[in-house]
């Protein structure tokens, strides 16, 4: 089924590639990283969009299934903002009307800490219709691309998923929460805040729980650092690890030391050639 069929079946305007058609909004998830770990219905979007918005967790490489659009980067470099939020928001609205399809490409899936609900209901109070199709999110495929799972049987049996900084900049209470579980611990945006986060879990007694840090998951530029609650600060500044990363923290990534008993390496250094 084409994504033209589909979008009319679930009662939306067919989309248009020559900015004619009525405007439309489209968030799209670009997973974590790897060029290759986004959905077909994803890039048969893009390549009928007229306007690409997208942020800097984004492979560029992505960019060339939208030939016909016209590419604008939104996104956040070394904590400067290219827009702010409220200009995202506007060039929404005012590209959707002058040119029709609308596309936000955002790394992961928008859903996750991406704002995209926040985007598509801006649109829609302008009468824009919108549509989400979702990605691969980083905080557990950016684990398991280095064979570490969130859950596992007799190691986990749930996982939390936990911005490490709010809006206001501080650590979120629920980190406080999920130091006392028993469960996988995944951190997104938690760098500036790993001290905080350590002293929590060494309060409950947790100095020897591992803790893995992955910088640029699934990318080639890929780094980790392993370690405990007990060393993981030092092998940060060992390893010059820096965001964006993302903070594993738990008995499941013990699995990672155990498959590389049997696995070569990651699947980025597998050729996967017929």
Known sequence: MNLENNISK?????ISSNGKGKPFFTVIGAGPGDSELITLKAIKALSKADVVLYD?????ELLEYATKAEHIFVGKRKGCYAY??????ELIVTRARTHGHVV????GDPFVFGRGAEEMEHAANYGIQTAMIPGISSCISVPAAQNIPVTKRNSAESFW???????????????HLAAKSSATVVILMGMSKLPEIVALFKKEGKSETPVAIIQNGTRKDEKIGIGTIDTIVDV???????NPAIIIIGEVVNHRAFTQKVVLGNINELSLEV
Do not use: C, M
């Open 84 to 89: 702010q939020q409220e200009q995202i928001n």
């Open 56 to 60: 800097a967790l984004v492979n560029p």
């Open 236 to 242: 940060v500044q060992e390893e010059k690890l820096a």
């Open 10 to 14: 679930k009662g939306y305007t067919k």
């Open 104 to 107: 936000r490409l955002k790394g």
């Open 161 to 175: 998923v936990i911005t490490g900084t709010t809006k206001e900049h501080k650590l979120s209470q629920d980190v």
